[in-house]
């Protein structure tokens, strides 16, 4: 413990879709670490919001023929319920699009600017000619510089990962009316992320948290540190400070969020939110590994700039499959929180003891129905209810009460080394290793109770039976205190079966090895259900359908592409040509300056193939390239044309014998 005052946030949930088990991998284990502080006697403050900014969520709400805003209450509600019936409790759920975020959000960036960290730039950005206006994020879709594959206006989402820019994705397309976007210069502003750079492998050295956070990290700032855009071009977020038709970048504003939703929980309880990001507050931030370079290279070194707190860890999750396939919501690969399970009537505690239990939480976590299944009746009924029902029915029924002795040395010993087990890895974020250390114990306790048979003590020796049943008593009441983090409702139903009139989450971890006293035992009930076959069947039939769903639609779009005219392809100008030299662009790993001869003239083309060939190698070579594509800047260099290449491995397009520099494809 180290006194400190404590803060925990998850990263905020997006205001335009539902809430599914990739979102409850994060959630769930914050819920379950915060808890465990309390019951250990720390001060901890947990809160989260809704992340109501972006082009997704304008884009969702043209979609929907709404506001912004309205969808973003909308789907604030829906997180913030979801959470409550999966346990998932915060201080604090605010939203990013309240006053106190825009407000805090301006402050620092003035701040920001003050210190000399900001600075306005002209860059080239995607604009579409049909809608009439630039095209940030999601609005356009083209092709990654860095690695070739498809991408996002803002990252390479089915390709490298990296974030882009504004203006660098190539061959833009506006995602709204599939015009394609020209290049038009704006006006933008930029955080000096680059002079941080020492200041970022300093940190990032002692953050804790999980390794892979870290480590992540420290790659990034090591091999590539570039300044970063901070505004975009839209009419829905917080305006920048001095340019009102610019927004703050919603990655910018959404992690500010943490801050103000500390002000807003500070400012209804009287107490002062300084004290967690300015002070000697340590903060802890749950996130899923696909935001990691924005929580712990942009945040912190944004936090430093203007003068606030750092991070105290950064705890990343594993990635999730979903029945061994890559978890996916457009392919059906995707159990909703509520439609898929809480509606259907299954506990909250069954998945959150699923998503702690399964694997490490930095490993990748693989949920299927039959697993769960398996889970749920063998540990769950099996070991951990079969023990406590078979204690307390037969305390209540064969004893009436609580035996007044002392548990035994060996059982107060095997609860003290249990807990210090399950701190260590609670504090570790290693919630499987916990979880396995209490399952461990009820195993014990389930051992203990069939070697010593009270059941047949009584007939020979009922005050050791008695003794049998007051050390398994004092296991199910040290059970229920470590189990609250985990299965909040279950461990409350042990509590009051125990004769506990105060709620569970008032007593101190302390208590797990001091004896029963002054309470009176209450009838003994069933803690778990059984997931039987039929059921099973149904979850499995429902999972199925909806895949196959997915897969039917997916192929009716494919077969509705849309068609082209002859017309249409004769517009191309596909030509062969001849590469006279190559070489590599500075600061792109992927990208290649390249001179073609197309017969007529030698043109200056970048191609993302340095991957798959040396430039040496492709001196002398005839390709096939389209020539009258509209020039575009890439990495800094003009590129006027584009030559083809097939698949992943880019292989290129070739004549199969030699031609003419310049003869026209037909």
């Not at 002054?518 to 069947?537: H, I, M, N, R």
């Not at 897969?551 to 494919?558: I, R, S, V």
């Amino acid at each position: 413990m180290s006194g400190k005052p404590k803060l925990v946030t998850c990263g905020l949930p997006y205001t335009n879709g539902l809430c599914h088990i990739g979102h409850l991998r994060t959630y769930v284990p914050a819920d379950c670490y915060v808890r465990y502080l309390r019951r250990a006697g720390e001060d901890v403050l947990f809160v989260c919001g809704s992340d109501n900014h972006g082009t997704p969520i304008v884009v969702s709400a043209e979609e929907s023929g709404t506001t912004p805003r309205a969808l973003s209450e909308r789907y604030h509600t829906h997180f913030k319920e979801t959470f409550e019936r999966m346990g998932v409790l915060f201080d604090h759920f605010g939203m990013t699009d309240n006053k106190t975020n825009h407000a805090r959000t301006r402050s620092i960036i003035n701040r920001l600017i003050d210190r000399g960290y900001v600075y306005s730039e002209i860059i080239n950005q995607s604009y579409c000619t049909s809608c009439e206006r630039f095209l940030p994020d999601r609005y356009v879709e083209g092709t990654c510089p860095h690695c070739g594959k498809h991408a996002r206006g803002d990252e390479c989402d089915q390709g490298c990962g990296r974030h882009l820019e504004p203006g660098e994705i190539l061959e833009p397309t506006c995602t709204v009316c599939r015009t394609k976007a020209e290049i038009r210069e704006q006006e933008h502003y930029f955080f000096k992320l680059s002079a941080f750079r020492d200041y970022l492998l300093e940190y990032l050295k002692d953050l804790k948290g999980t390794l892979n956070a870290r480590n992540y990290a420290i790659g990034w700032v090591e091999n590539e540190l570039r300044d970063w855009c901070i505004t975009r071009t839209l009419n829905w977020g917080v305006r920048f400070p001095g340019n009102e038709e610019l927004v703050v970048y919603v990655w910018v504003d959404a992690p500010i969020g943490y801050i103000s939703f500390t002000e807003e929980w500070a400012d209804a309880h009287n107490d002062d939110w300084r004290r967690y990001w300015c002070g000697d507050g340590e903060v802890t931030h749950f996130i899923g590994s696909d935001i990691i370079y924005h929580h712990c290279i942009f945040w912190p070194a944004l936090l430093q700039a203007a003068g606030y707190g750092s991070p105290h860890a950064v705890v990343a999750s594993g990635m999730l499959k979903v029945e061994d396939q890559k978890f996916s919501k457009s392919r059906g690969y995707v159990v909703w929180a509520n439609e898929d399970y809480l509606d259907v009537g299954l506990p909250s505690d069954y998945l959150r003891y699923y998503l702690l239990s399964y694997t490490s939480h930095t490993k990748e976590l693989n949920f299927s129905w039959k697993a769960f299944q398996e889970r749920v009746n063998n540990e769950l009924v099996n070991t951990l209810g079969n023990f406590i029902y078979r204690t307390i029915y037969f305390a209540e029924d064969k004893l009436g009460g609580i035996p007044d002795i002392q548990p035994r040395p060996e059982i107060t010993e095997e609860i003290k080394k249990t807990r210090a087990l399950v701190d260590d890895a609670f504090r570790a974020f290693d919630f499987k290793i916990a979880i396995d250390g209490i399952m461990t114990f009820a195993a014990f306790g389930n051992n203990y109770i069939q070697k010593n048979a009270p059941w047949k003590l009584m007939k020979t020796d009922p005050a050791e039976a008695e003794a049998v049943i007051a050390d398994c008593l004092q296991i199910v009441k040290a059970l229920a205190l470590l189990l609250e983090p985990v299965i909040p409702d279950s461990a409350a139903k042990i509590w009051a079966m125990l004769g506990y009139e105060r709620p569970i989450s008032e007593y101190h971890l302390d208590e797990a090895d001091t004896p029963l006293s002054g309470v009176t035992l209450q009838k003994a009930a069933p803690l778990f259900t059984k997931l039987d076959d039929e059921k099973y069947a149904v979850l499995e039939t429902t999972f199925a359908g909806r895949v196959e769903a997915a897969k039917k639609k997916q192929e009716a779009h494919e077969e509705k592409k849309e068609m082209v005219t002859i017309d249409e392809f004769g517009k191309m100008d596909l030509r062969v040509g001849r590469i006279l030299s190559a070489e590599p662009i500075k600061g792109s790993k992927k990208l290649l300056k390249i001179a073609v001869d197309i017969g007529s003239e030698k043109r200056q083309v970048v191609s993302g193939i340095a991957p798959f060939y040396t430039p040496e190698a492709l001196i002398g070579s005839q390709v096939v390239m389209i020539t009258n594509l509209e020039p575009a800047t890439i990495f800094g260099v003009e590129s006027r044309g584009m030559i083809l290449a097939a698949g992943d491995d880019a292989a290129l397009l070739l004549p199969n014998r030699e031609v003419e520099p310049g003869t026209k494809i037909r």
